[in-house]
């Protein structure tokens, strides 16, 4: 089983920063992309940042920029470095992770999608 945790998350004037971070623990023999979505009042989750084992990082349009991911490999863990924040930024940003378990799973292709618990961003004018 694996856990994602998520942390660093709260409110912050517009045109502040923040750092996400989230780290993955349990068994895991391969992490294939790490991801962050937000999902803003009234709207449905949207992919904010991705980056994938092959150091891909697509972002949604409205946070390049101003926004940056990065992966530390051997912590298991990704940061979401959030700059010039703006109002719209407000919502609860969740961790996403496409992780292989075991050895065994990789030779069979096995991967399993996993979810933090959310973390809430709060930005204010």
């Known amino acids: 089983q694996v856990q994602l945790v998520e942390s660093g998350g709260g409110p912050v004037q517009a045109g502040g920063s923040l750092r996400l971070s989230c780290v993955a623990s349990g068994t895991i023999f391969l992490i294939n992309n790490m991801n962050w979505y937000r999902q803003r009042p009234g709207k449905q989750r949207e992919l904010v940042a991705a980056?994938?084992?092959?150091?891909?990082?697509p972002y949604a349009d409205d946070v390049k920029g101003r926004f940056n991911i990065s992966m530390d490999s051997a912590k298991n863990m990704v940061v979401l470095q959030m700059n010039d924040l703006k109002p719209a930024d407000t919502g609860v940003y969740f961790c996403?992770?496409?992780?292989?378990?075991?050895?065994?799973?990789?030779?069979?292709?096995?991967?399993?999608?996993?979810w933090g618990q959310g973390t809430q961003v709060t930005v204010s004018t």
């Open positions: 980056i994938t084992s092959g150091g891909d990082t």
């Open positions: 996403n992770a496409a992780i292989t378990g075991t050895y065994e799973d990789y030779m069979r292709g096995i991967e399993l999608d996993y």
